[in-house]
């Protein structure tokens, strides 16, 4: 592994560690033994779904008895993110009925996936610009403070994971499209297909999981098209002028 590799791990660990520390900063007020408390109210109703998915697993009740008493309605929130910390704590052996461990490791999950976001930042900067530029990009979003709000510790809602999975597909859309990181010595044409066919299955696949993670990500993803239509048109519009010359 070349030194600038190495240099570059070390930096991007040092970056997502001081993002998770700013990002658990209220562990104080959220973990108190016995119980925890989580932040605002969306995060409530997620872990009460959270319950029920894990004591139904993988079923995640898309209506729900309570609400609108006593006639019930459909649960507008999208299942994929309470159904990943289910799933969750399945793999970590607990029961329905042991709540505070359930939300203990429900709260961990936002500053987790808020020091993580910092990582696909890096690689989906790193396709347009240097490494440093990347790097910077990447601390950047870790002091940002509106990120760390929703991504702290307790605030267990699902607007952090969607945030990781529209960078994710940004980045994987990139890739597919055959754009190097910049200063990159082989060029992309040298490369088989095949890992962009990867990096396109990649991409849907995570725009799936961003359409499962919140309904809202379709307006994230008209915004990601205008944004690549308006890429296409410029580039376009630089070979006409480059041919007419």
Do not use: K
């Not at 592994?1 to 570059?8: A, D, E, H, K, L």
């Not at 029961?95 to 996936?113: G, H, K, N, Y």
């Not at 809602?157 to 859309?173: E, G, K, S």
Request: hydrophobic fraction near 60%; charged fraction near 15%.
């Amino acid at each position: 592994m070349r030194r600038s590799t190495v240099g570059t791990v070390l930096v991007l660990a040092a970056i997502c560690v001081a993002g998770f520390v700013l990002r658990t900063t209220n562990a104080a007020t959220v973990l108190l033994g016995d119980r925890v408390v989580l932040a605002e109210n969306d995060p409530y109703y997620h872990m009460r779904r959270v319950l029920t998915a894990l004591a139904d697993w993988p079923r995640v009740p898309s209506f729900d008895p309570w609400i609108d008493f006593p006639h019930g309605a459909p649960v507008v929130f999208a299942p994929l993110f309470d159904l990943a910390i289910a799933t969750l704590a399945l793999l970590a052996g607990l029961r329905p009925e042991q709540r505070t461990a359930i939300e203990t490791l429900a709260a961990f999950v936002p500053p987790v996936l808020g020091a993580l976001t910092c990582l696909a930042v890096y690689a989906l900067a790193r396709r347009v610009t240097s490494r440093a530029a990347a790097m910077l990009a990447a601390l950047l979003l870790a002091l940002t403070p509106a990120h760390a709000w929703y991504s702290r510790l307790g605030f267990v809602d699902h607007h952090v994971a969607v945030t990781f999975a529209m960078v994710v597909i940004a980045a994987l859309y990139l890739r597919a499209l055959g754009i190097d990181p910049v200063g990159a010595s082989s060029p992309r044409a040298a490369a088989p297909a095949l890992p962009r066919r990867g990096a396109t299955a990649a991409a849907a696949l995570a725009l799936a999981c961003g359409l499962l993670l919140w309904n809202g990500t379709l307006l994230l993803v008209a915004v990601l098209d205008a944004a690549l239509a308006a890429l296409f048109i410029a580039s376009d519009a630089a070979r006409r002028r480059s041919g007419a010359t």
